[in-house]
């Protein structure tokens, strides 16, 4: 069963429409597939509308729509001999982040990301994406494998935040996320993140420092959340939509800022409805990406990630 | 009420009320209760002589009693906050930048400071709490940055003292970019082996935790600072649990093996005099 958040109540309505149209026998009077075709147009045509102009609230909805794609939904279809790799090999296998080395066409790469969970046994399973320190740390190990074999890395983001738990207090998860920023920003070998979903704070970011940051279209990147935001600065959840407003955690608003270097497209229908169409997009824009930087000298890699990170803020010099 | 704005509201009833005296020589400590003479509390780095209760102060304060008498200067004096997202909750973020500057000076939440500690020259950052909670923005992560260089070009040690909320929500993601930024720059320390050691103080939290100040070489804590990831009301809520005590304070991070030592403000400049020169010391040199 799809999911249609409120806002895309028009485009299920529209759907049901074109399928119950679609079911009925050829009448007389009007032309069915004629008329199929009309209304899928007109469904386009909404489709395009609705999500060009959503409001940031409206994609950060989007962006943790509960059909959105996963890492794991990608996999299969970016990627071939995927071979998962488990463990940070101190405490447990924390399945918030899975990785493993995979085949992307010709090159062998270092695939790590959260996996939210889809069914409601994999979400708890999965703790919803909310990485605890062993699974930082099991990342941590796979960059490290990574480098050891001149194997370029390929993160993808997805996650409202690390868990704010007392075990992951317990076991450090200020020091597991500090650890990757650190060692992420000399890592010598090509690092390229992307945000599939929901870029959630210092739980995306620990698996996000690297040489190029790319965002899918309806995908967000924050500081915080907009209900986290709106519980601090307006002191009820309720002023989200307002939060999500300024925060502007968008693809469009992080490239206006400069901080990525570039917006992945996604199928007309959104990647939450065309996953193939939106691994399609996503495979391209990598290989490209990758091929591009397999061509820099480390030396030179590192220099200009240095510089890219040294560089970040925006502030007045009196 | 957030755990954010508690924590920034506390220095209040940390400091307690003031006493019938109208100057306010008098305080009353959130520890012991015991009502101090101002005077006697500051000649004990406004740490409780009864009860051990360390008070929050001001990053001029704390310069004060860590450097060497006229051997330091501030620097990086000349940058400011700027409204890049043009943010606006309640209150517009140029609005609240003007505010804070009245209140806690135009330095913002960071401070950077060239000084002796008992003759060791040191490259100091210290957090300002009273600056919108010690938020770490585009200034808060240059300032570090430029205070880890300096570290580098005087090859001297690096001490940073954090006192943060975490990151500064009115520069969005701009301010989350600061972690990486922090982090970064704290490979060259490693890399040219000084000395880099991090003094967490109440509180310590969320993206300024989660970067830079868990990157030291050393890191050690003053008794019973609040330092975490996520703030301990955000856990409660979320995992509906009685939370342990001393959750989250200075001497639970020392049991949980997460820093090296908690150590009382009074003792800090021999602690760090000592460490420095250990670290300096190179009894190994490669030979050339
Ligand atoms: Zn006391």
Same mark, same amino acid.
């Given at each position: 069963?799809?999911?249609?958040?409120?806002?895309?109540?028009?485009i299920?309505?529209?759907?049901?429409?074109?399928?119950?149209?679609?079911?009925?026998?050829?009448?007389?009077?009007?032309?069915?597939?004629?008329?199929?075709e009309?209304?899928?147009k007109?469904?386009?045509?909404?489709?395009?509308?609705?999500?060009?102009?959503?409001?940031?609230?409206?994609?950060?909805?989007?962006?943790?729509h509960?059909?959105?794609?996963?890492?794991l939904?990608?996999?299969?279809?970016?990627?071939?001999?995927?071979?998962?790799?488990?463990?940070?090999?101190?405490?447990?296998?924390?399945?918030?982040?899975?990785?493993?080395?995979?085949?992307f066409?010709?090159?062998?790469?270092?695939?790590?990301?959260?996996?939210?969970?889809?069914?409601?046994?994999?979400?708890i399973?999965?703790?919803f994406?909310?990485?605890?320190?062993?699974?930082?740390?099991?990342?941590?190990?796979?960059?490290?494998?990574?480098?050891?074999?001149?194997?370029?890395?390929?993160?993808?983001?997805?996650?409202?935040?690390?868990?704010?738990?007392? %075990?992951?207090? +317990?076991? =450090?998860?200020?020091?597991? &996320?500090?650890r990757?920023?650190? /060692?992420? !920003?000399?890592?010598?070998?090509?690092?390229i993140?992307?945000?599939?979903?929901e870029?959630?704070?210092?739980?995306?970011?620990?698996?996000g420092?690297?040489?190029?940051?790319?965002?899918?279209?309806?995908?967000?990147?924050?500081?915080i959340?907009?209900?986290?935001?709106?519980?601090?600065?307006?002191?009820?959840?309720?002023?989200?939509?307002q939060?999500?407003?300024?925060?502007?955690?968008?693809?469009? %608003?992080?490239? +206006?800022? =400069?901080?990525?270097?570039? &917006?992945?497209?996604e199928?007309? /229908?959104? !990647?939450h409805?065309?996953?193939e169409?939106?691994a399609n997009?996503?495979?391209?824009?990598?290989?490209n990406?990758?091929t591009e930087?397999?061509?820099?000298?480390?030396?030179t890699?590192?220099?200009?990630?240095?510089?890219?990170?040294?560089?970040?803020g925006e502030?007045?010099?009196? | 009420?957030?755990?954010?704005?508690?924590?920034i509201e506390?220095?209040?009833?940390?400091?307690?009320?003031?006493g019938d005296?109208?100057?306010?020589?008098?305080?009353?400590?959130?520890?012991?209760?015991d009502t101090?003479?101002?005077?006697?509390?500051?000649?004990?780095?406004?740490?409780?002589?009864?009860?051990?209760?360390?008070?929050?102060?001001?990053?001029?304060?704390?310069?004060?009693?860590?450097?060497?008498?006229?051997?330091?200067?501030?620097?990086?004096?000349?940058?400011?906050?700027?409204?890049?997202?043009?943010?606006?909750?309640?209150?517009?973020?140029?609005?609240?930048?003007k505010?804070?500057?009245?209140?806690?000076?135009n330095?913002d939440?960071?401070?950077?400071?060239?000084?002796?500690?008992?003759?060791?020259?040191?490259?100091?950052?210290?957090?300002?709490?009273?600056?919108?909670?010690?938020s770490?923005?585009?200034?808060?992560?240059?300032k570090?940055?430029?205070?880890?260089?300096?570290?580098?070009?005087r090859?001297?040690?690096?001490l940073?003292?954090?006192?943060?909320g975490?990151?500064?929500?009115?520069e969005?993601?701009?301010?989350?970019?600061?972690?990486?930024?922090?982090?970064?720059?704290?490979?060259?320390?490693q890399e040219?082996?000084?000395?880099?050691?991090?003094?967490?103080?109440?509180?310590?939290?969320?993206g300024?935790s989660?970067?830079?100040?868990?990157?030291?070489d050393?890191?050690i804590?003053?008794?019973?600072?609040?330092?975490?990831?996520a703030?301990?009301?955000?856990?409660?809520?979320t995992?509906a649990?009685?939370?342990?005590a001393?959750?989250?304070?200075?001497?639970?991070?020392?049991?949980?093996?997460?820093?090296?030592e908690?150590?009382?403000?009074?003792?800090?400049?021999?602690?760090l005099k000592?460490?420095?020169?250990?670290?300096?010391a190179?009894?190994?040199?490669?030979?050339?």
């Amino acid at each position: 069963m799809a999911t249609y958040l409120e806002f895309e109540r028009p485009i299920a309505e529209m759907t049901s429409k074109i399928e119950e149209l679609s079911l009925m026998g050829d009448d007389a009077d009007i032309n069915i597939a004629e008329e199929v075709e009309r209304l899928n147009k007109k469904k386009d045509e909404l489709v395009h509308r609705i999500y060009n102009n959503a409001t940031r609230s409206e994609v950060a909805q989007l962006s943790r729509h509960p059909d959105r794609p996963n890492l794991l939904d990608y996999v299969p279809l970016i990627f071939d001999d995927f071979q998962e790799l488990h463990g940070d090999r101190a405490f447990a296998d924390d399945a918030a982040i899975v990785g493993g080395i995979a085949r992307f066409r010709e090159h062998s790469v270092m695939v790590v990301g959260h996996q939210k969970g889809k069914t409601t046994k994999e979400k708890i399973h999965r703790n919803f994406g909310m990485a605890k320190p062993e699974g930082y740390r099991k990342a941590l190990r796979l960059f490290r494998l990574a480098e050891r074999f001149d194997m370029p890395v390929l993160t993808f983001i997805d996650t409202s935040g690390a868990w704010p738990g007392i %075990d992951a207090e +317990e076991r =450090g998860q200020s020091e597991a &996320i500090a650890r990757n920023l650190m /060692d992420l !920003a000399v890592l010598k070998v090509p690092v390229i993140s992307t945000v599939i979903g929901e870029g959630g704070s210092g739980g995306a970011l620990a698996i996000g420092v690297g040489d190029r940051l790319f965002m899918q279209k309806l995908s967000t990147y924050a500081v915080i959340s907009p209900e986290g935001c709106a519980a601090i600065l307006w002191r009820d959840r309720k002023y989200a939509p307002q939060a999500a407003e300024a925060l502007k955690p968008t693809a469009v %608003d992080m490239q +206006e800022l =400069g901080l990525i270097d570039g &917006i992945i497209d996604e199928p007309k /229908d959104g !990647a939450h409805r065309d996953l193939e169409g939106a691994a399609n997009f996503l495979a391209e824009v990598l290989y490209n990406s990758l091929t591009e930087l397999l061509q820099i000298p480390v030396a030179t890699l590192l220099k200009e990630r240095e510089n890219r990170l040294r560089n970040l803020g925006e502030f007045t010099r009196k | 009420m957030s755990w954010l704005t508690r924590l920034i509201e506390r220095p209040k009833t940390i400091l307690g009320k003031e006493g019938d005296t109208p100057d306010g020589l008098w305080i009353k400590c959130a520890g012991c209760s015991d009502t101090l003479y101002n005077k006697e509390l500051e000649r004990s780095e406004m740490v409780c002589p009864r009860c051990g209760q360390h008070v929050r102060v001001s990053a001029a304060q704390r310069a004060s009693f860590l450097f060497d008498v006229d051997s330091y200067d501030e620097c990086d004096t000349n940058l400011f906050s700027q409204d890049t997202l043009n943010f606006k909750d309640q209150m517009r973020y140029t609005d609240r930048i003007k505010a804070a500057n009245k209140k806690a000076g135009n330095g913002d939440a960071a401070r950077n400071y060239l000084g002796d500690i008992k003759g060791v020259t040191t490259s100091v950052t210290m957090f300002e709490f009273a600056y919108m909670g010690g938020s770490m923005g585009s200034v808060v992560g240059e300032k570090i940055a430029l205070g880890m260089e300096r570290a580098l070009e005087r090859r001297c040690p690096y001490l940073l003292i954090t006192a943060s909320g975490g990151a500064r929500m009115q520069e969005g993601i701009l301010s989350l970019m600061q972690m990486a930024k922090t982090s970064s720059v704290a490979n060259r320390l490693q890399e040219a082996k000084l000395p880099f050691v991090c003094l967490l103080t109440d509180p310590t939290m969320g993206g300024v935790s989660a970067s830079v100040a868990w990157l030291g070489d050393v890191i050690i804590a003053e008794p019973n600072a609040l330092i975490g990831f996520a703030g301990p009301r955000v856990i409660q809520e979320t995992v509906a649990e009685e939370l342990p005590a001393g959750f989250q304070r200075a001497e639970f991070l020392l049991q949980h093996g997460l820093i090296d030592e908690v150590v009382d403000r009074r003792e800090q400049r021999d602690y760090l005099k000592t460490l420095f020169e250990h670290l300096m010391a190179r009894a190994y040199r490669q030979p050339n």
